[in-house]
């Protein structure tokens, strides 16, 4: 029997979050999580798969996503390609590396989210985020 | 990349889970979304080496939907062998836009097979077809 009922949303949540994370143990539980929060999630292995969601108008209200990635194109970089081109896209950024994280501080409101972390952090996260931006009217 | 804080058990939605490996994010994306809203639990893999790090660290899926092209030293074909040397009983649906008939054998049994471009109603179809013969309900 599943062990998911046992994680009752404590509301339903309407946004999508694009969660980038190239090791698949740990993007498997994240996702899973947050779709059991209510929220409606995109995986990606990289910045590459993630420019290709967002150029393809996916509708993705926050991005969730690891500093280090494979390929040309780091958590940073991506951070400030999206909000170059998505500025009303919200980016929480995370990184188990502690100067990287300073770093990424510079690029999330609240800073980076500080590797391990508990997926439940990630939700409150995000409905501060949101909550922000619904105050703010935007 | 370090760690998440988690119970190692991911979850099992009760019409089963389904291991989708898909190198085109755009393509995984949209059928892995639909088989979700037919109820079945998905876990997305880009290539197959992911696949296996998932299958090495949990319970076998109740099936696998693999792409027969992917990126990497292994190949949905190679993937299928490894699959039911250790997973005998977990079905592999293969696809491909490419891949001739004569090729849908491996270790001399035939492999499901669905041709792309596929309607992901056909994959639903066929999975909840190999959940019938398993035993189990199958998605909605």
């Given at each position: 029997m599943s062990n998911r009922s046992k994680r009752v949303p404590l509301q339903v949540n309407a946004e999508t979050i694009l969660v980038i994370e190239p090791d698949i143990l740990v993007r498997m539980v994240v996702a899973d999580y947050l779709r059991e929060c209510g929220y409606k999630v995109i995986e990606a292995t990289g910045a590459e798969e993630a420019m290709t969601i967002l150029n393809a108008g996916r509708k993705v209200d926050a991005v969730f996503s690891e500093?280090?990635?494979?390929?040309?194109?780091?958590g940073f970089r991506l951070a400030q390609w999206i909000r170059a081109n998505h500025p009303r896209m919200e980016v929480i950024l995370t990184t188990g590396v502690t100067a990287t994280a300073d770093k990424a501080g510079e690029l999330c409101d609240e800073g980076p989210l500080e590797k391990?972390?508990?997926?439940r952090q990630v939700v409150r996260r995000l409905r501060m985020l949101f909550e922000r931006r619904r105050k703010a009217g935007r | 990349m370090g760690q998440v804080q988690h119970t190692p058990d991911v979850a099992r939605a009760r019409d089963g889970t389904v291991l989708v490996i898909e190198d085109d994010v755009i393509l995984r994306l949209d059928t892995c979304e639909y088989l979700r809203s037919k109820g079945y639990h998905v876990i997305e893999a880009a290539t197959a080496e992911e696949a296996m790090a998932v299958l090495s660290a949990r319970d076998p899926v109740d099936v696998v939907f693999c792409d027969v092209q992917l990126p990497g030293s292994i190949g949905g074909l190679s993937f299928t062998v490894w699959a039911r040397e250790h997973f005998p009983s977990m079905p592999v649906i293969l696809t491909s836009g490419n891949l001739p008939v004569a090729e849908r054998v491996v270790s001399g049994r035939p492999v499901p097979f669905i041709a792309k471009p596929y309607d992901p109603d056909e994959v639903a179809g066929q999975i909840a077809s190999l959940l019938a013969c398993s035993g189990q309900s199958g998605g909605s």
């Open positions: 500093v280090k990635l494979h390929g040309a194109m780091d391990p972390y508990h997926p | -």
